[in-house]
């Protein structure tokens, strides 16, 4: 199967968006990306202090875009035909008091699915899998950070592959590309610091908004027809 409800689909979808609203989706990711590589690459100190700034402002930046990436969706599914800076400002707004809950959740996801991977991959891979879709839950239906985990695990039932490719691999390619456009960065201008730094934001604005919207439009696929009826998904 290889309409809009299947993975290829969302991939496909998720390209269209970007394709429509290149300013309005690459140019937050350009701005968020290069604010989460920061700390990584100029903080000097490496310790506690150093690694929970490192964490909290790749995390702060990440799924504030998630957060706006709903939005976006919305118009997309909507019918609008170009997204204006001032639009693009105004659902950064929204999008924001969404963050503390989403950034709680993933806290949750990171800390227990990275514990299980260290322990086997396949446990961390499924308990990812099972919470990737927090976020939009999150955002469209106004739940706290734990109520979303459930929600999430909820909606993942019975369609779990689906979401392993899409929402689960956009996270994994996010982190793998931007590794490897900072290992890029650095090898091509030989500098640790603001080579890799460059390397890897360049990546990030182009991967950022792919990834978003394919955790978005998962989520579309798989809420029932009925509770999104408002929205213009199918």
Known sequence: MDGPGSISGVWRRALAI????PTATIAPAAGLGALAETPYYFVEDRLVVGQILTYVTAALAYYLYLAYAEEVVAEYEGGT????????LRQLREAAPFVPRVLAAGLVTLSIGSAATGLLVIPGAWLFTRWSLFTPVIRNEDLGAVAALRRSNELVRGRFWFVLGTATLAFVLEEALVHAG????????GSHTWGAWFGGSIVAAL?????AFATSLAYGRLVKPVERAGAGYE
């Open 18 to 21: 970007v394709r429509r609203y």
């Open 81 to 88: 035909e170009r997204i204006p800076l001032r639009g693009i």
């Open 182 to 189: 900072a290992s890029a960065g650095y090898t091509v201008t």
């Open 207 to 211: 991967d950022l908004p792919l990834g």
